[in-house]
């Protein structure tokens, strides 16, 4: 005498009907199925499928948007936009090292966004090196202030000695 169940005869009479012949994914291996298992992967899965990602607030979230805007502003197609992006990151790093929230430390400083576009202006092939003027072409203005004056001196040490 046989028994089954009601789950059992849905199951064979679906498989009668043909519901399972066309599954997607039917005969290929599961995926990882040599990792540890984690209570949380089906949530892992669908995340990573609708693209989601989750950084915690605070420190931690202000490290990821620093690298972030680093990455972005790299590929910028102009200095303007490489301030633009690095300025207001720059606002909250200052805001978060006067004022820390509750949790880890930042651990990072401003970005110097001078040091950042004399790296962007090379790898982009404008390299802010003074050069030399070419014949012909009229010489830089004098510098002013303390700092000319000095170059002024050095410059003139060099020629006379």
């Known amino acids: 005498m046989s028994f089954e169940s009601w789950i059992d005869r849905q199951i064979r009479e679906a498989q009668e009907r043909g519901e399972f012949t066309d599954l997607p994914g039917i005969g290929e291996p599961l995926p990882d199925e040599q990792a540890p298992y984690d209570e949380m992967w089906w949530m892992k899965q669908k995340m990573a499928r609708e693209g989601l990602s989750v950084v915690p ?20 197609p102009s200095e303007r936009v490489v301030r ?15 004022m820390p929230p509750p949790g880890p430390p930042l651990g990072r400083k401003e970005i110097d966004i001078d040091e950042f576009l004399r790296e962007w202006r090379r790898a982009h092939g404008r390299d802010d090196r003074k050069r030399r003027p070419a014949r012909g072409e009229p010489k830089p203005e004098p ?6 004056r000095l170059f002024h001196l050095t410059l003139r040490r060099r020629r006379h000695s």
Request: no cysteine; net charge negative; aromatic share 2%.
């Open 84 to 98: 633009e992006i690095l300025e207001p990151v720059n606002e909250k790093i200052a805001a978060n090292l006067r």
């Open 57 to 76: 607030s605070g420190s931690v979230g202000l490290r990821k948007e620093a690298e972030d805007a680093l990455a972005e502003a790299a590929g910028a």
């Open 143 to 148: 510098r002013s202030g303390w700092m000319g």
